[in-house]
C-alpha cells in the first residue's frame, strides 16, 4: 500500500507519473526518427529505376561482377578507387538484384541510415533533451537535402562514405567531450576509460572512410586535426591520456586501412601518369558547399546558419568548435591545394560525407537563433529544399539505357560497331549484354600499359596516329559503321576515328544522348577528300573543326 509520501496529498504517484512521463518520451522521440526515416526513404525512391545508370554507375555494375579475387589483387590496378564497395556492392546484389534499383540500393539504404544515425547516436550516448533535438533536426534537414537524395540514387561508394565520416565525426566529437571533461587525476582515469570505446569506434569509422575512397585521406586529416587542435587549445589536460586516445584512434584506423597500402602505391604510382580531364581553379571550392548545403539556392541561408552555429560552439564548446572547424574546411582546402599543385582531383562529390556535420551545424544555427525566428528559418530552409529536390527529379543524367537500345533496334547484320573510348565497354556490358559484337578502341577494357596517353583510369588509353592504320584494316566489306562515343574531345582530341571515316563513308545518322552520341557511317560514291570535307561539316566534331 502506497504511502502519503509516495503518492502525494491526493494519492497521485509521482514517481510512476515519471517514469510514464520518461517512457511516453522515450516512446514518441523514436516515433519520431521512424517518422524521418520514412520520410527520407520516400524521398529517394523517386527515378531510383526510372533513370538510366551513367558510365560510372556501369563502372560499378562492372567491378561488382569481377570475381573477389580480382577486385582485391588486379582491379586496383586499373580502377581509381578502392575495392571494399564494389566487394560490398557484389554482395547486395545477390539479394537486391542487378537492375538500376537494385544496384542503387545499397546507396539508398546508406543515405537513410545516415538521416536516421544522427538522432539515434544522440539518444544511446545519452547527450540530453537539447541535443537529442537538434540532432532530430539535422536529420530532417539531411533527408530533405537534394545533394544527399541524388547520391543515394547512385550506384556509387559516396552514400556510403557519407555513413561512415558521419559515424567517424561522432565518434571523434564523443572523443573530445570525454577527454575534455577531467580535471582531477581521479576523473581523468576514469574519463581515459569512457574514452576508448570512442577511440575504437572512430578507428572503425575512419578506417572505413579510407577503405570507400582514396581520398578519404583528406577526410581523415581533417577530423584528427580537429581533435589535436582542440584538445591542445581549448582543455586543460592532462596530455597524456589525450595523445594516447587519439593516436590510438588513429593507429586503429591505419591498422583498419592497412591491407590497401600496398596496393594504394602502385594505384598512385599508375594514377600520376594519367591525363585526368578535370580542370581546377579556385573557385572550384564553392561546389564542395553546394553538396553540403544541397543545392545552390542554399548556398547562403545554409552558411549564414553553419556560422551562427559556429559561433554557438565558440561560447559553449571551444573544443568541439576546432574539431568541426577543421573537420569542415580543411579536407577542401587540402584536396583543392593538391589540385592546384599536384593533381586535379577535385570534385564536389567527394565532400558529401560532410553533409550531415553540415546540418548539425545549421541546425545548431538556428537553435542559436531568437525564438521567433526559429520557425520561419526551418520553413524556408525546407522550402528551398523542395524546391531542389523537385529540381533534382526533373533533371536528366547519361541517356545510355534508351541511346543503346535504340541503337539495338536499328543495327543490321555485318554492321561493323566502334566504340570511343573502350570505358563505353561498361555501358554496353550493362544494356547490350547480348548485342552486336561492339570493337572497343584502342582495345578492349582494360588496355593496360600501351606506349599512349591515359586519361581517366589505367584502363582507357587515348586515341593514337597508329589506330588509324587499324581502322583501315577493319573498315572494308562493311556498308554501315557505327561509332558509339562518349568525350571523344577527351580521348581523340585530333578526331582521327572521324576523319578515317569520313574518308570512306558518309554520315547518316547521329542519335543524341546526354553525355553519349551514337553515329551511323554509310558506304558513299563521294571521293574520298570531299567525304572527308563534308564529314568534318556535318558533325562538328571538335577534332575535325
Excluded at 116 to 133: K, N, S
Aim: glycine letters at 8%.
Amino acid at each position: 500500500m502506497l504511502d502519503d509520501a509516495s503518492t502525494g496529498r491526493w494519492g497521485f504517484d509521482a514517481g510512476g507519473a515519471a517514469a510514464r512521463l520518461r517512457a511516453l518520451l522515450q516512446t514518441r522521440f523514436w516515433l519520431a526518427c521512424a517518422l524521418l526515416g520514412a520520410l527520407a526513404l520516400l524521398l529517394r525512391l523517386p527515378t531510383l529505376s526510372s533513370r538510366s545508370l551513367w558510365l560510372d554507375e556501369t563502372y560499378s555494375a562492372w567491378f561488382a561482377s569481377l570475381p573477389l579475387r580480382e577486385l582485391s589483387t588486379r582491379a586496383p590496378l586499373y580502377e581509381t578507387h578502392p575495392p571494399l564497395y564494389y566487394a560490398l556492392l557484389k554482395g547486395w546484389s545477390v539479394l537486391a538484384g542487378r537492375g538500376e534499383a537494385g544496384l542503387r540500393s545499397l546507396s539508398v539504404l546508406a543515405s537513410v541510415l545516415t538521416v536516421l544515425a544522427l538522432p539515434a547516436l544522440a539518444r544511446v550516448a545519452r547527450l540530453g533533451a537539447f541535443a537529442e533535438r537538434i540532432a532530430l533536426l539535422a536529420g530532417m534537414l539531411l533527408a530533405v537535402n537534394a545533394a544527399s537524395i541524388a547520391f543515394a540514387q547512385q550506384a556509387r561508394p559516396y552514400a556510403l562514405q557519407a555513413l561512415a565520416g558521419a559515424l567517424a565525426v561522432f565518434c571523434a566529437a564523443m572523443l573530445v567531450r570525454v577527454l575534455a571533461a577531467p580535471a582531477s587525476a581521479r576523473a581523468s582515469a576514469h574519463a581515459t576509460a569512457r574514452a576508448w570505446p570512442w577511440a575504437l569506434g572512430l578507428a572503425l569509422a575512419a578506417g572505413l572512410t579510407l577503405w570507400l575512397h582514396n581520398t578519404g585521406v583528406f577526410a581523415a586529416l581533417g577530423i584528427f586535426t580537429g581533435m589535436t587542435l582542440g584538445l591542445c587549445l581549448a582543455t586543460p589536460g592532462p596530455r597524456r591520456p589525450q595523445a594516447l586516445a587519439v593516436g590510438a584512434a588513429g593507429l586503429g584506423a591505419l591498422l583498419v586501412w592497412s591491407p590497401f597500402m600496398p596496393m594504394l602505391f602502385k594505384q598512385s604510382a599508375a594514377m600520376s601518369h594519367l591525363a585526368y580531364w578535370i580542370r581546377f581553379a579556385p573557385r572550384d571550392v564553392k561546389s564542395a558547399w553546394t553538396v553540403v548545403a544541397g543545392a545552390p539556392p542554399l548556398h547562403y541561408p545554409v552558411a549564414l546558419l553553419v556560422l551562427t552555429g559556429f559561433m554557438w560552439l565558440w561560447r559553449r564548446s571551444r573544443a568541439h568548435f576546432w574539431l568541426m572547424l577543421c573537420t569542415m574546411a580543411l579536407p577542401v582546402l587540402a584536396l583543392a591545394g593538391y589540385s592546384w599543385l599536384v593533381k586535379p582531383v577535385f570534385l564536389s562529390r567527394l565532400f558529401l560525407w560532410l553533409g550531415p556535420a553540415g546540418m548539425v551545424l545549421t541546425a545548431l544555427g538556428v537553435a542559436a537563433l531568437p525564438a521567433r525566428l526559429r520557425a520561419p528559418a526551418v520553413a524556408a530552409l525546407l522550402a528551398l529544399s523542395a524546391i531542389a529536390v523537385q529540381g533534382f527529379y526533373r533533371s536528366r543524367t547519361e541517356g545510355w539505357r534508351d541511346l543503346l537500345q535504340g541503337f539495338a533496334r536499328d543495327s543490321r547484320p555485318g554492321d561493323l560497331v566502334l566504340a570511343l573510348p573502350n570505358e563505353v565497354q561498361m555501358p554496353v556490358a550493362y544494356y547490350l549484354p547480348h548485342g552486336p559484337a561492339v570493337i572497343y578502341l584502342p582495345g578492349a577494357f582494360p588496355a593496360m600499359g600501351l606506349a599512349r596517353r591515359y586519361v581517366s583510369n589505367p584502363g582507357a588509353p587515348a586515341i593514337a596516329p597508329e589506330d588509324s592504320a587499324r581502322l583501315r584494316l577493319l573498315l572494308p566489306g562493311h556498308a554501315r559503321v557505327w561509332l558509339i562515343e562518349r568525350h571523344a574531345e577527351l580521348y581523340d582530341p585530333d578526331g582521327l576515328v572521324m576523319r578515317e571515316l569520313g574518308r570512306r563513308y558518309r554520315l547518316t545518322r547521329r542519335i543524341e544522348g546526354d553525355g553519349a552520341n551514337i553515329w551511323l557511317f554509310e558506304v558513299t560514291a563521294t571521293s574520298s577528300s570531299d567525304a572527308d570535307r563534308w564529314a568534318c561539316r556535318s558533325c562538328a566534331h571538335p577534332g575535325c573543326a
